[in-house]
């Protein structure tokens, strides 16, 4: 598979504040993309598809204009989580498509 | 049409021992099933997988066994370790078309020394 590298892997920040989260494929040319959010205990849930060069595909419940999902080159996607707020405290993990599906080491977000 | 259901949802195991994690799904489309070890505060990692047109995949400790026209399938862990405790994910996608992982529920997995 891919080798994928997200980061941070933790990040703490202030009610109100944006956080940006970044996921490269370095050895991949990843058209595709995904980005998950793990609940503690729970399954990964699909957030996002992200296809360079254009928009990205929410899943139903999702706002798009708090998760900002930009996948402007074939080895970089980022998330942007906008005007963060504590119930957006969650383990966030990206995925690219390719080989089979590889993962990010995740990136624990926690809002003050 | 997309679920994928897995049981049990925690299991425990003794040194030694077998483990095995069941899943079911509905989606006949769908064309690749891995299985994904992850850890505390990890990403999920790629343990095997498996596409439709076997029905067995064997690699190292780790089994998984298919049955297309029962629409299963499942881990099997043999000799499980200590180091073999984590959480583990059955998915199913429709990897041709470049679709998203179906993700099952997991599995928390104990292995007692």
């Known amino acids: 598979g891919a080798v994928v590298s997200q980061h941070p892997s933790w990040v703490i920040c202030k009610s109100g504040t944006s956080v940006k989260i970044e996921c490269r494929s370095l050895?991949?040319?990843?058209?595709?993309m995904f980005w998950y959010r793990q609940f503690p205990k729970q399954s990964l849930m699909l957030m996002a598809t992200s296809n360079e060069g254009s928009k990205a595909t929410y899943e139903q419940g999702v706002e798009k204009d708090k998760f900002l999902i930009n996948h402007a080159s074939l080895t970089l996607s980022t998330l942007t989580v906008t005007s963060a707020h504590p119930e957006d405290s969650s383990f966030y993990i990206c995925?690219?498509?390719?080989?089979?599906?590889?993962f990010g080491s995740g990136t624990r977000l926690t809002v003050v | 049409q997309q679920q994928v259901k897995q049981s049990p949802q925690s299991l425990i195991v003794q040194k030694g021992g077998i483990s095995i994690i069941n899943c079911a799904y509905e989606?006949?489309?769908?064309?690749?099933f891995p299985w994904y070890q992850q850890f505390p505060g990890k990403g999920p990692a790629l343990l095997i997988a498996i596409r439709p047109d076997v029905s067995e995949k064997k690699e190292g400790r780790f089994t998984i066994s298919f049955n297309k026209s029962a629409k299963q399938f499942s881990l099997h862990i043999m000799d499980s370790q200590p180091g073999d405790s984590a959480t583990y994910f059955c998915a199913a996608s429709e990897e041709t078309s470049g679709s998203r992982l179906t993700f099952g529920e997991g599995t928390q997995l104990t292995v007692n020394p």
């Open positions: 050895d991949f040319q990843a058209t595709t």
């Open positions: 995925s690219v498509a390719g080989y089979g599906y590889t």
């Open positions: 989606n006949t489309a769908f064309d690749y």
